[in-house]
């Protein structure tokens, strides 16, 4: 039966005429949710807090706040959205940091400019064919406990009402704004939750997340009753044994898998989940390895039927591990170093920081590196998906 959007139809992913789907997706990491690693810069500046801290102290608050501006402005365009198209995605994962929706001060009000951000980017899917998922990579309170979801290094999610709460309203806010949208293909409530340290896996967290789940899938349901909603497992999306039977008729659930050796058996768990409960699966993130590696990966998902959006679109690359390298400006070396070197008191900031014409000059020119016209795209990553 014709939908307006895909829909869940046992271990099956519909599009809208009612024909099977295996989606084949691309990340936009590092656009809305910086990630350290992606910049080259230690674990020090990993999280999009610390790289903020670090180039407050590189250049001040004002220029600062005017780079970030800029970024969000070059970073993801018309022309990356065009690109992805043509390389063979059918949609692109899009990676939320909560902070951007809602001002961090009291009281708290959805008014962020990622709003604009997401609106604008949905607007070129569209335009180009593409669907969205909309990711909650960075949940209010954090729901992993790592720089991956930009909170103070807890889950506190799961334990604050307050967080919890306004949780519900983002995603509240978001399927008001998006019910009707063509291009928004899911809401995947939120990424990667509960890491596996031995100080958050043992702190009681894992029976919370269905219930949390449940919670915001209510507060999707009050605006929107037919898109898909996807479901991250615990321990970076691999272990679904904190499901029990759906909840929802509209449900896919995500799996992630990243280093590990190339064996027979990459996604079968995941597999079998689906076949035990009926229920669509999709590898929602993963690569950042060899072509090799990624290939069969790739293989593997599509002959079990499973579909797959893989990490990431665009970063700083030498290895071309994601479709766009940028190449980043000669002074960015300095920013690296800076970023590697102690920074824990004033004193390390004075000595360690390059010449303020220096930070200048690599912040400036890596708002302009970053354009899709200036990167280069990595033809065996494509391939290795089976793309062009």
């Not at 009681?204 to 898109?227: C, F, K, M, Q, S």
């Not at 390298?325 to 002074?331: F, M, W, Y």
């Not at 010449?355 to 400036?364: D, G, K, S, T």
Request: aromatic fraction near 12%; include cysteine.
């Amino acid at each position: 039966m014709p939908t307006r959007f895909p829909s869940v139809s046992g271990t099956r992913i519909l599009a809208p005429d009612g024909t099977p789907m295996l989606w084949r997706g691309i990340g936009l990491g590092m656009w809305l949710l910086p990630e350290g690693y992606m910049f080259g810069f230690g674990s020090t500046a990993a999280s999009p807090r610390q790289i903020e801290d670090l180039v407050r102290q590189l250049v001040g608050e004002e220029a600062a706040l005017a780079f970030w501006q800029e970024w969000r402005d070059a970073f993801v365009t018309r022309d990356d959205i065009a690109l992805i198209r043509r390389c063979g995605f059918d949609h692109v994962r899009l990676p939320i940091n909560w902070r951007l929706l809602v001002p961090e001060e009291l009281p708290r009000r959805l008014a962020g400019p990622g709003w604009e951000l997401i609106d604008r980017c949905i607007a070129w899917c569209r335009d180009e064919g593409l669907g969205v998922v909309l990711d909650l990579h960075g949940a209010p309170g954090g729901q992993t406990g790592d720089n991956i979801d930009d909170s103070p290094g807890f889950p506190f999610l799961y334990e604050d009402e307050a967080s919890q709460e306004l949780c519900c309203r983002i995603w509240s806010e978001l399927a008001r704004r998006y019910a009707d949208e063509p291009a928004v293909w899911a809401y995947e409530l939120l990424n990667e939750p509960i890491a596996h340290y031995d100080e958050i896996w043992n702190a009681g967290l894992v029976p919370r997340l269905e219930p949390l789940y449940r919670r915001l899938t209510a507060a999707i349901r009050a605006h929107d009753r037919e898109h898909i909603i996807v479901l991250g497992g615990a321990r970076w999306n691999t272990d679904f044994s904190v499901f029990g039977q759906p909840f929802d008729a509209q449900l896919v659930y995500a799996f992630h898998r990243y280093f590990m050796p190339i064996a027979p058996d990459l996604v079968r768990e995941y597999a079998d989940f689906s076949r035990r409960l009926d229920v669509p699966v999709w590898l929602g993130e993963t690569g950042e390895n060899t072509y090799e590696w990624i290939a069969e990966l790739r293989r593997q998902s599509e002959q079990a039927g499973i579909g797959w959006a893989y990490w990431t679109y665009k970063r700083i690359s030498a290895d071309g591990r994601c479709v766009a390298s940028i190449v980043p400006p000669a002074e960015w070396a300095a920013v690296q170093e800076f970023a590697k070197a102690p920074r824990a008191t004033f004193a390390d900031i004075r000595k360690h920081r390059p010449p303020h014409a220096v930070c200048r000059a690599a912040l400036r020119g890596l708002l302009d590196t970053v354009r899709v016209q200036r990167c280069v795209v990595n033809d065996g990553y494509l391939r290795a998906l089976g793309l062009r």
